[in-house]
């Protein structure tokens, strides 16, 4: 077991165009959530998955944003033409069934020049 | 107000020295986590509790569901503890704290 791993790690893109990023959970793990943090904030949540159900969605996620979890394994989160303001760290986490525990991945870094 | 209050926002200490982070929220939660981020942006989660205390090594943390306030204790400090520490309470949804910086110097 390896974690709860992110590709690409670091992405620098040009404003507009569209980038993608994947979250492989740790296997077994049947929730999985996407956060994102700005420097020097705490993570504030996007969206959450159980199982391949996206069940919740916050109101930070305009509608360039989009994620998916087809088979309920892997996810992935697609941000369309990207704005300076998109610049974060994007953070995926993991749970277990019946627990709470949260297990991160490493983040994907965002630059949008 | 934020929904989760730390403080303090950044500590300096020795090492050696006895640290406490403090966090207060004020929605009704059923559980409450305590994350270590270090640069680079890796987050590991420390503790995850809903009543009294917990210990792993030289970390304690505690909760008051009452007073709806939790501590992050670590004893002994050391350099490599120099991180931040993000106090996160799960309710409808997981809600963060900005995080405490902390700089243990030798």
């Known amino acids: 077991d390896t974690g709860v791993s992110q590709n690409p790690r670091h992405k620098i893109t040009k404003r507009g165009q569209n980038v993608t990023f994947r979250c492989d959970p740790i296997?077994?793990?049947?929730?999985l959530y996407w956060y994102r943090q700005t420097l020097g904030q705490g993570p504030e949540f996007l969206t959450y998955f159980q199982n391949e159900a996206q069940l919740e969605k916050s109101r930070l996620l305009s509608d360039r944003f989009s994620a998916e979890r087809p088979k309920g394994s892997f996810s992935t989160l697609e941000i369309q033409r990207t704005e300076q303001g998109d610049s974060a760290m994007y953070l995926c986490?993991?749970?277990?069934?019946?627990?709470?525990?949260?297990?991160f991945g490493e983040g994907s870094r965002l630059t949008v020049l | 107000k934020n929904e989760v209050e730390q403080s303090p926002q950044n500590l300096t200490a020795q090492e050696g020295e006895f640290i406490t982070i403090n966090c207060s929220y004020s929605v009704g939660i059923s559980a409450l986590h305590w994350l270590q981020q270090h640069p680079g942006g890796g987050i590991v989660s420390l503790f995850m509790l809903s009543s009294g205390k917990k210990k792993h090594g030289r970390l304690i943390a505690t909760i008051n569901i009452q007073e709806k306030h939790s501590s992050l204790h670590i004893t002994a400090s050391h350099p490599r503890d120099s991180a931040v520490y993000i106090c996160?309470?799960?309710?409808?949804?997981?809600?963060f704290g900005t995080g405490t910086r902390l700089q243990v110097f030798p």
């Open positions: 296997s077994e793990h049947n929730r």
């Open positions: 996160a309470v799960q309710g409808d949804k997981l809600i």
């Open positions: 986490a993991s749970s277990p069934p019946n627990t709470g525990e949260l297990f």
